[in-house]
């Protein structure tokens, strides 16, 4: 029985999230476009993963907690200022998921936004001119009183969902299909791809880790480049997310009031 009400529970949760404090907009791309975003910014994102984006030209997003800094976590080695800095150098997109890594659901809209005013406010003192234009939810899909304050400061806000985005979307909680939910089906990861180019549509792809011995948040690097180099050869275009929002003229700006 408490199984079944854990899952009423969440299942009430996500329905809330995905229809309530909606941001809708009509996606129309004249090709199809795929992102590569990485939560929480390990070390391993940028050595490994940003190492093998950049052997195909392209850039990925970088959703960055700075409470996160220099620490261990689950998915590894964090990231420090250095490795901040270099991704920015590198052409890469840096966007926030919070100072806290704050629990999308349970934490209180109000302590979540001070969250993401505080996260911009330590990254300018790392990175001189560095904003972030996109979010992304940790940990859980977001209350819809966390989407509303959210989408004061971003130009879209990124979840989960294992697909991509297609005609009408939630601004305010895009699709994202996390690799390592089929690190051990590549098949699979493909076919997403070349729907999302059949239709016209953005995939925005995610992890965390990307290392020989990942984290369950991760994949490897054989995996990930397998990824990349199918992504390259579709039809789509790669691109960061805050680029992809310019392709469909969405204003891209720096947070209010930070």
Known sequence: MQNLLSRMQSWCRRAMSAHLARRPFRLECDRAIVSFTFDDFPRSAL??????LNQYGAKGTFYVS??????QIPAGEGFSADDLRTAVADGHEMG??????????ETPPRVFEDSILENQRR???????VTFATLSYPIHCPRPGTKR????????????????NF?????????????EKSRDNMGAVRAMIDETCRVGGW??????????????????PAFFEQVVEHAAKSEAQICPVAKALELQEIQVQAPQSV
């Open 47 to 52: 050595t490994e993963g940003g190492r093998i």
């Open 66 to 71: 700075l409470g996160l800094m220099d620490q």
């Open 123 to 129: 990254v300018r003192e790392i990175a001189a001119g």
């Open 167 to 179: 005609g009408e979307v939630d601004l305010n909680s895009l699709s994202a299909y996390f690799l």
């Open 203 to 220: 995939l925005i792809l995610a992890t965390h880790d990307v290392a020989e011995n990942p984290s369950p948040f991760g994949c490897t």
């Open 96 to 105: 926030c998921h919070t100072y806290a890594h704050c629990h999308s659901w």
């Open 149 to 164: 304050r959210a989408a004061r400061h971003f130009a879209a806000c990124r979840g989960g969902g294992q697909t991509f």
